[in-house]
């Protein structure tokens, strides 16, 4: 078993956690980029650092995994990934600005990286 902690909103963290996982199992099934955070407050309130915070860890995050991992997962011939966005990627809540900001970005990518995935023909 491997067990670590990673900053999933450090690129290079993740990009080096990729291959650590690649090397100790030797394949990579199935990748589930489920990392989040929340943050309440109205729009006005919230600053461009909160924004950067959440979009940090709950965007960048999926993009990383799914960035890092996708070669692995493409290699192994039968590789699953999941991006968890949240309800809040579906619906608008007032206080949660900068949630839904990223958990809408989490669907929209995720949803075109499925459609690129398909016409690629990726196993």
């Known amino acids: ?32 980029n489920n990392a989040g955070v929340s943050l309440t407050g109205q729009f006005q309130k919230l600053t461009y650092d909160d924004f950067d915070w959440i979009m940090g860890i709950n965007f960048w995050g999926v993009v990383h995994g799914s960035k890092e991992f996708l070669p692995h997962l493409k290699a192994s011939g039968d590789g699953h990934l999941v991006n968890i966005s949240s309800l809040f990627g579906l619906l608008s809540m007032p206080g949660q600005s900068a949630y839904n900001a990223a958990k809408y970005a989490v669907r ?14 990726a196993p």
């Open 1 to 32: 078993m491997l067990t670590d902690k990673v900053d999933v909103a450090d690129r290079a963290a993740m990009a080096g956690y990729a291959t650590a996982v690649a090397e100790h199992y030797g394949v990579v099934d199935v990748v589930v």
């Open 108 to 121: 929209g990518f995720s949803e075109s990286l499925r459609e690129e995935l398909l016409i690629e023909g």
